[in-house]
């Protein structure tokens, strides 16, 4: 499986951006879906997570009520909506997705599958 991520930019305090990530080589329907971040410095943590056998969704504590993360089956795309940023969102983000039928967590490790990244820059 090939993640493509996209939709980072630079954005003011309190804006918004939608992150895409594309998949090929396999269905995003079949297996868990992971959104992380990196800041300079950092270690790569948790954003969000949606579950492919009952399609929950969990967020770390920080982004609950500004993040959404959703699919596309027919596009078979992930999508990570980021609203009301802050400075400190200023990071790489990154897809991830699990095998098929695989579970994915809030560590990196349980995670097979990594786009590229996206750079998101939030000015004060």
């Known amino acids: 499986v090939q993640l493509q991520a996209s939709g980072g930019g630079l954005v003011q305090t309190g804006g918004s951006l939608r992150l895409s990530c594309a998949a090929s080589?396999?269905?995003?329907?079949?297996?868990?879906l992971g959104w992380f971040r990196q800041a300079p410095g950092k270690e790569r943590e948790f954003a969000a997570a949606?579950?492919?056998?009952?399609?929950?969704?969990d967020y770390a504590d920080s982004m609950k009520g500004r993040f959404t993360i959703s699919r596309d089956n027919a596009k078979n795309t992930v999508y990570l909506q980021t609203n009301s940023l802050k400075p400190e969102d200023t990071a790489a983000y990154y897809c991830?997705?699990?095998?098929?039928?695989?579970?994915?967590?809030?560590?990196?490790?349980?995670?097979?599958?990594w786009g590229q990244g996206t750079l998101v820059t939030v000015s004060s």
């Open positions: 991830a997705a699990t095998r098929a039928t695989y579970s994915g967590t809030y560590d990196p490790a349980t995670y097979h599958y």
């Open positions: 949606l579950r492919w056998r009952d399609g929950n969704t």
């Open positions: 080589g396999g269905a995003v329907t079949t297996r868990d």
